[in-house]
């Protein structure tokens, strides 16, 4: 049978009938909302875009789905703090464009990063994490640079393995642990300035989306044409996309590949 929105919407009601949830469906905008009934927090799913996937993926993506409702949902009926929890606290990295506040308006705790890139923290609370946001920052009495000494920390205890490909004449390393914090090895700079110090050319290095870190031994003009091609494919496969921007790493500064075209032109 042909996945529609109105099926699918009854599926969903079907499989979240908790009495503790309210279910509600916008025909207008064709989206499906699931709320606590007492805080009224909850998730709004976009139909349309489920039904595409489970016309890709069957009925793996519903069970993916409403696995994903139920733990959201879950975190948001929480109360969460951070004494005691200081191994689960890690640095996370988003685009400039994410947002600097919650749905419920409360002001995340970030620092820049890059032009491209800013740093969020997350609390790790197993199959999925939350944002800290000021309000639980403040309610423990902890600051700023307290969280990222802790998350800087915790994520030097990250193993950076790698899975190497070498694609005409250049080397690239992949670290893909799906642990949610692969891209946030990015911050690691120990990892880095030894990966570097065993770097035949340039070293350039990726964020395309969370789930994965691409470092680069560019050692050719080719090089950097594949980097930026495998970028942007996974830049646009990406379940939280970060940016389709390579950056060449030298001093321990970052600085996106482009910028670094227009400064430095070839000699004659």
């Not at 109105?6 to 989206?31: A, M, P, V």
């Not at 700023?144 to 690239?172: H, M, P, Q, W």
């Not at 680069?216 to 091609?229: S, W």
Request: aromatic share 10%.
């Amino acid at each position: 049978m042909k996945m529609t929105s109105l099926k699918l919407k009854q599926i969903l009601q079907e499989r979240l009938s908790d009495t503790r949830y309210h279910t509600s469906y916008n025909r207008d905008k064709d989206t499906f909302r699931v709320e606590w009934k007492e805080s009224r927090q909850g998730i709004t799913i976009t139909l349309p875009n489920v039904v595409a996937k489970y016309n890709q993926r069957g009925q793996e993506a519903i069970e993916e789905l409403v696995e994903h409702i139920t733990e959201a949902l879950r975190i948001m009926n929480e109360e969460h703090q951070l004494a005691g929890m200081e191994k689960n606290i890690f640095p996370v990295i988003r685009a400039t464009s994410f947002p600097n506040k919650t749905k419920a308006n409360k002001e995340l705790i970030n620092r820049e990063h890059t032009a491209e890139t800013r740093v969020y923290y997350a609390l790790d609370l197993g199959k999925s994490y939350r944002l800290i946001d000021k309000d639980l920052l403040e309610s423990e009495g902890w600051t700023e640079d307290r969280i990222n000494e802790i998350a800087t920390f915790n994520l030097r205890s990250l193993d950076c393995d790698y899975n190497k490909d070498t694609v005409a004449g250049n080397d690239f390393y992949f670290i893909a642990k799906q642990d949610g914090y692969d891209a946030s090895r990015i911050l690691n700079e120990a990892f880095l300035e030894e990966m570097k110090a065993n770097m035949k050319g340039e070293m350039a290095v990726a964020v395309p989306h969370q789930d994965v870190f691409i470092i680069a031994d560019i050692q050719n003009k080719t090089g950097y044409d594949i980097l930026a091609q495998m970028n942007m494919k996974f830049f646009a496969e990406g379940r939280i996309p970060i940016t389709s921007l390579p950056f060449i790493y030298e001093d321990k500064q970052l600085e996106p590949v482009f910028i670094l075209a227009k400064n430095k032109p070839e000699n004659n």
